[in-house]
């Protein structure tokens, strides 16, 4: 039996990389490898959530469960930049 693990991933890595991507703009001081630091931190911030498929666990989840998916992940990026820029800071470089 061949087993297929490509599709299983962490559900919040989508949300998190699209995040980014969108506020990157209004941080545009940061580097490509400090966004990248910024994402690790969000995700070990936030539950591993691993599916095959996104729309899978959206279609079960309550509107109450969806807000608070919502507002964790915006804690987690808050915290996420603050704690690269800060460090960043620390060590002279550009954030």
Do not use: W
Not at 12 to 27: G, H, K, M, T
Not at 56 to 83: G, K, N, P
Not at 84 to 90: D, N, T
């Amino acid at each position: 039996m061949i087993i297929n693990f490509e599709q299983v991933h962490n559900y919040y890595e989508r949300l998190v990389f699209e995040d980014i991507a969108r506020l990157s703009e209004a941080y545009a001081t940061y580097s490509a490898d400090m966004l990248a630091d910024v994402a690790c931190v969000a995700l070990n911030r936030l539950p591993a959530r691993y599916v095959r498929h996104d729309v899978d666990m959206m279609f079960y989840l309550t509107e109450q469960e969806r807000h608070a998916i919502d507002e964790s992940l915006t804690e987690a990026l808050t915290y996420a930049f603050a704690l690269v820029g800060e460090r960043m800071a620390k060590r002279g470089m550009t954030a």
